[in-house]
Nanobody, 114 residues
């Protein structure tokens, strides 16, 4: 089983920045699309950003211009740079690799509050 580990979450004030990291146990990011999802209590888990194996990126409208997804295949790591954070960005953030399979990380908490 492929294992993904997220890190970089924490408490930040509105307008601040965080960089999340997702590292895989194997060299799969070169052939898998990788996405960042987030989930708040009582809400569905939603896609925030995705990077394809060829480097093409997608962002949900609410984070366009503020978040940037990138990958470093040599390090088997995908990053999510989050700037101009808002309280509505508060959620558990999950890294996912796939399809065809779906490999999920354990999640990392991001809290935006003053």
């Amino acid at each position: 089983q492929v294992q993904l580990v997220e890190s970089g979450g924490g408490l930040v004030q509105p307008g601040g920045s965080l960089r999340l990291s997702c590292t895989a146990s194997g060299s799969i990011f070169s052939i898998y699309a990788v996405g960042w999802y987030r989930q708040s209590p009582g809400k569905e888990r939603v896609l925030v950003a995705r990077v394809a194996s060829g480097g093409f990126t997608y962002y949900t409208d609410s984070v366009k211009g503020r978040f940037t997804i990138s990958r470093d295949n040599a390090k088997n790591t995908v990053y999510l740079q989050m700037n101009s954070l808002k309280p509505d960005d508060t959620a558990v953030y999950y890294c996912k690799a796939g399809p065809p399979n779906a490999y999920w990380g354990q999640g990392t908490q991001v809290t935006v509050s003053s």
